[in-house]
Each structure stands twice: as structure tokens, then as C-alpha cells.
């Protein structure tokens, strides 16, 4: 089984409407990055999360990492067809960041 | 300007050929890596390089041989291509060895091996 798991694996909604992607971790960890990637290309860096508890916001865009930092949420307000593509939540166990383990990803489309 | 860069961005080769795939950034960064991304879309992380020094090395097979000629660069040379080798190769990096600084990628080179 993977150390990360995302859920869920593909996700459509409609423009306008709000989602969740959820990223779990069966160890505790340091810090939770998340990446979006749209198709056919590299990976975009989100937001990085190292507190328990802690809650950040880029426009639409909110995550959270609970108390225990093992599990985070990626919350979409309002979602448009720019949101569109796979979402990757990456960990730090090391607490140097020096090497990420990836979850299996979770690819969003939004429907006009 | 490309931050992180990589060359070629398509790769279409037959079975045991040997190709290599450049990677080149340009944000003074101490750190690169090299990520294999498979069909499934599972990215995971192959070699981590500071200052051209070797830290991480992912159980990968001998025939993927990363070299970093200057901490500007790291090329992933593969020898012998096998099918299982098609995938999506990310190149990475990131300004510091210690403490979480985000990982800056490449757009990634799709190879293919018939």
C-alpha cells in the first residue's frame, strides 16, 4: 500500500462549484506540498504546509494539514475550467525536503 | 525566462538504445532531482543531487546514470531502454539541501520505447 493516498482519484464537477481533494499519510508528517499539473506538463507548486493545524489560501485555493499531520485537504471555492488538471500532494518524512513522496494524484475537471 | 528547463520534451526510441535527457536551471539552486512519473501518474523520486554531489539514490536499475556537470545542471543518461522505461521524466529543483523549500519542476520529457 502507499504511504500517500489521495482521494479521490478523479473528481468532475460543474464551474461554480466547490470541491475537496484529501491527501493521507499512514506517518506523520513534516511538511505537505501540493502541486497542481496540467496536462502535458511540469508541476506547479501550491502551497507548502508544515504546522499542525495550519491553513493557507492562494485565491480560491485553501489547504489545510490536521492537528496530527497526517492528513490534508485541498479545498477549491467556486471552481472554474482553470482548475482543471491533476492535483499532487507531495510529503516530507525527512524534514529536509530533500526528497518528496508523491500521492497517486487526483485529476479535476470542471464542466461548463 | 525558463527556470527549470529540459531537453528533449518528446523522446521516441527503440529497446535497447541509450538516450540521455538534459536538465538545465537557471534560479542558482544547490539542489536538483530527477522524478519519474509512470502511466498511472505516480511521480515518484529517482536522484537527488547537491552541488553536484549524489544523496539520493531511489533503488533505480544501473542503467539510469545521472550526471551533474556543474550545480546547474543534471543529465539522466539510460542505457539499454526497456518498455517499462516509457514514462515521464521530471526534472527539479530547489535552493537548499536542509529545510522545506519548494521544489521547482521542469515540464517534464515523455519518452517512449517501442
Known amino acids: 500500500s502507499q504511504e500517500l493516498e489521495q482521494s479521490p482519484q478523479s473528481l468532475i464537477v460543474q464551474e461554480g462549484k466547490n470541491l475537496t481533494i484529501n491527501c493521507t499519510s499512514s506517518k506523520t508528517l513534516y511538511g505537505l506540498y501540493w502541486y497542481k499539473q496540467k496536462y502535458g506538463e511540469g508541476l506547479i507548486f501550491l502551497m507548502m504546509l508544515q504546522k499542525g493545524g495550519e491553513e493557507k489560501s492562494h485565491e480560491k485555493i485553501t489547504a489545510k494539514l490536521d492537528e496530527k499531520k497526517q492528513q490534508s485537504s485541498l479545498h477549491i471555492t467556486a471552481s472554474q475550467p482553470s482548475h482543471a488538471g491533476i492535483y499532487l500532494c507531495g510529503a516530507d518524512y525527512t524534514g529536509t525536503a530533500s526528497k518528496l513522496t508523491f500521492g497517486t494524484g487526483t485529476r479535476l475537471q470542471v464542466t461548463l | 525566462d525558463t527556470a527549470v528547463s529540459q531537453t528533449p520534451k518528446y523522446l521516441v526510441t527503440q529497446m535497447g538504445n541509450d538516450k540521455s535527457i538534459k536538465c538545465e536551471q537557471n534560479?542558482?539552486?544547490?539542489?536538483m532531482y530527477w522524478y519519474k512519473q509512470d502511466s498511472k501518474k505516480f511521480l515518484k523520486i529517482m536522484f537527488s543531487?547537491?552541488?553536484?554531489?549524489?544523496?539520493i539514490n531511489e533503488t533505480v536499475p544501473n542503467r539510469f546514470s545521472p550526471k551533474s556537470p556543474d550545480k546547474a545542471h543534471l543529465n539522466l543518461h539510460i542505457n539499454s531502454l526497456e518498455l517499462g522505461d516509457s514514462a515521464v521524466y521530471f526534472c527539479?529543483?530547489?535552493?537548499?539541501?536542509?529545510?522545506?523549500?519548494?521544489?521547482?519542476f521542469g515540464p517534464g520529457t515523455r519518452l517512449t520505447v517501442l
Open positions: 527539479a529543483s530547489s535552493p537548499v539541501r536542509q529545510g522545506s523549500d519548494e521544489q521547482f
Open positions: 543531487y547537491n552541488n553536484k554531489e549524489l544523496i
Open positions: 534560479l542558482g539552486h544547490d539542489t
